[in-house]
């Protein structure tokens, strides 16, 4: 090796073999990056990193992030941490709630213990989640988060998460670990899956399959929903950037966009002659389950911060995940 190129940057990424972390992979090693995936495969799949296995730079291991001596062993080995390991999917969340807290939580507190030990960079992918019920829009990072009771495991995920950035503020204040917290809102693209309750993957596969539209609630409630390419580059932005350490960064896009509306779109575009249905909340997740009306975040401190925030527009994001599905 030239000795006066520089050694490329080691990154190791939780949950690396999930939709966003897979596509964080496959960005950091197109910049140049060496990339570790350490991954239990409970809601990611092998699938995901199956066109980076025999890359340059690429390695992975099947462990829980929480196996102390392993994660020592390959944070050791990197030079920043992407934590993407978590329990995701308002679906999943319902469904398992004891498995969503003791993940989110445990699997945080080891990655932040082993980090600080050997003194890596962390950035922890938190969610937009946090700001609960909080209905002033859009969400600015140091708006109050609004949420609901613990009788409704919902907002398990959403404290769970909040939890997870309290231990990683107070690490960063109290022990000196550098830390970015990027909060992602609705992150869509190729490879996500349908199982943990996303609504973009669930649309577009009932739109190609004939089956009904399945558009919960009065369908009036909105979202903005980023690419995962650019998420992945502001997330690998963040991780560069010195003045992001100990900020809590929103990541996510600026169009809102209604559910009915993307049911619409979805239809439209896949030119699918679905039925597009109403399903009542307590039939969808839970009785008395509650959801968030609006979801639109701030991106400016992003955009000071990197120079850019998510902008591919609705149309072509749902095209993008059409032509997967239509591949697959
Ligand atoms: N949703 C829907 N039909 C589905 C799945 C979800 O109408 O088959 C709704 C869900 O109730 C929420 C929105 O789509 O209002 C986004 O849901 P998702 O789980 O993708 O993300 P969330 O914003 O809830 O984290």
Redo the contacts with the bound molecule.
């Keep these: 090796m030239n000795q006066l190129q520089p050694r490329a940057t080691r990154a190791l990424i939780t949950g690396g073999a999930g939709f966003i972390g897979s596509h964080l992979s496959e960005y950091l090693l197109d910049q140049g990056q060496e990339v570790h995936v350490v991954d239990d495969l409970s809601t990611g799949s092998i699938e995901n990193i199956d066109g980076l296995r025999g890359r340059a730079g690429f390695g992975h291991t099947i462990a829980d992030v929480r196996e102390e001596p392993l994660l020592a062993e390959l944070v050791d080995r990197a030079d920043v941490v992407y934590h993407l390991a978590a329990a995701v ?3 999943l969340i319902v469904e398992n709630p004891v498995r969503t807290i003791e993940t989110n939580i445990g699997c945080t507190e080891v990655v932040l213990k082993m980090a600080n030990k050997k003194r890596k960079k962390v950035v922890i992918a938190s ?3 946090v700001y609960g019920k909080n209905d002033a829009v859009p969400f600015q990072e140091d708006h109050d988060l609004v949420m609901g009771p613990t009788s409704k495991a919902r907002w398990s995920y959403a404290c769970s998460k909040a939890i997870d950035e309290f231990l990683a503020l107070a690490y960063q204040r109290a022990r000196g670990l550098p830390v970015v917290i990027a909060r992602l809102f ?1 992150t869509v693209g190729p490879r996500q899956t ?1 199982r943990y ?4 993957p ?2 577009v596969r ?1 739109a190609l399959m004939g089956q009904p539209i ?4 009065d ?1 009036n ?1 909105s ?1 903005c929903f980023s690419y995962v390419g650019e998420v992945v580059k502001a997330l690998a932005a963040l991780a560069e950037c010195p003045e992001a350490v100990g900020q809590v960064v929103n990541v996510g896009g600026r169009e809102e966009i209604t ?1 009915a509306g ?2 619409e779109l979805v239809k439209k575009l896949t030119g699918s002659t679905s039925a597009i249905v109403k ?1 009542p ?1 307590d039939q ?2 839970e009785e008395g389950f509650e ?2 009306a609006r ?1 639109l975040p701030d991106v400016s401190k992003l955009e000071r911060l990197v120079g850019f925030s998510p902008a591919m527009d609705i149309g072509a994001i749902v095209e993008s995940v059409v032509a997967d599905f239509r591949e697959r």
């Design positions: 999917g308002v679906r969610t937009s989640e609705n349908g309750g996303m609504v973009l669930t649309f009932q399945t558009v919960f609630g369908g409630q979202r559910i993307l049911a399903v909340y969808a997740y959801d968030m979801r």
